[in-house]
């Protein structure tokens, strides 16, 4: 089985421009989240969405948005983007949302860079 | 709210020694606890979880975990470490509150010294 995959691994932008990831989860799995994750705050949960609706969302600002589409697959989206943006995005799938003995797996991740 | 602690920000270790890499959590139900390993470029792997049961998990690559409640710990262990285990680790907290967020704590790199 495929595993989770992530569009593009590379992206280099400006401040102010927006940008567009693409996660495609392993076949069957219905939630996926995001992470963004960088050296100074780590690992951080952005959003999750599972069967095309928003389940969970952390503390980031409106600036970042997500949708999931009848396939599963996700985009997020960053508007306006800052220099702070710069990260790894990370995508994870899992079949269930939040069932126990549910596991997620991670896909390679999108580097952004922001300059 | 839920937190991860892993105190140690980096660890040194020979090949063929054994390995402890430390977990604290907070939460206030029975956890759900993960252990992940990132290398270089990577996304994250799978290494263990823990959910309910055997308090000593036994994971892939030969590493395992131990859950004790009244400590708040998850330890990950390896009796013997391989030069392929160089990479940083990060211990996870699930919410049982629905849905699948991961709580991470801030990851331990692993040197392994030839």
């Known amino acids: 089985k495929a595993g989770v995959t992530q569009t593009p691994r590379y992206l280099i932008k400006t401040r102010g421009q927006q940008v567009t990831l693409s996660c495609s989860p392993i076949s069957g799995h219905r939630s996926v989240s995001w992470y963004q994750q960088t050296p100074g705050q780590g690992l951080q949960f952005l959003f999750e969405y599972f069967s095309e609706t928003q389940r969970n969302k952390g503390n980031f600002p409106g600036r970042f948005s997500g949708r999931q589409f009848s396939n599963s697959r996700s985009e997020m989206n960053v508007s306006t983007l800052e220099l702070g943006d710069s990260a790894l995005y990370l995508c994870a799938s899992s079949f269930n949302s939040g069932a126990r003995g549910d596991t997620q797996y991670f896909g390679p991740g999108t580097r952004l860079t922001v300059l | 709210a839920q937190s991860v602690t892993q105190p140690d920000i980096h660890i040194t270790v020979s090949e063929g020694a054994s390995l402890e890499l430390r977990c604290n959590y907070s939460?206030?139900?029975?956890?759900?606890l993960f252990w992940y390993v990132q290398s270089p470029g990577q996304g994250l792997q799978l290494l263990l979880k823990y959910f309910s049961g055997d308090t000593l998990v036994q994971g892939i690559k030969g590493f395992e975990a131990e859950f004790k409640r009244s400590q708040s710990s998850f330890n990950l262990r390896k009796p013997s470490v391989h030069w392929s285990d160089a990479a940083e680790y990060f211990c996870a907290v699930g919410s049982t509150g629905g849905g699948n967020k991961l709580t991470f704590g801030t990851g331990t790199q692993l040197k392994v010294e030839l």
């Open positions: 939460y206030g139900a029975t956890p759900y």
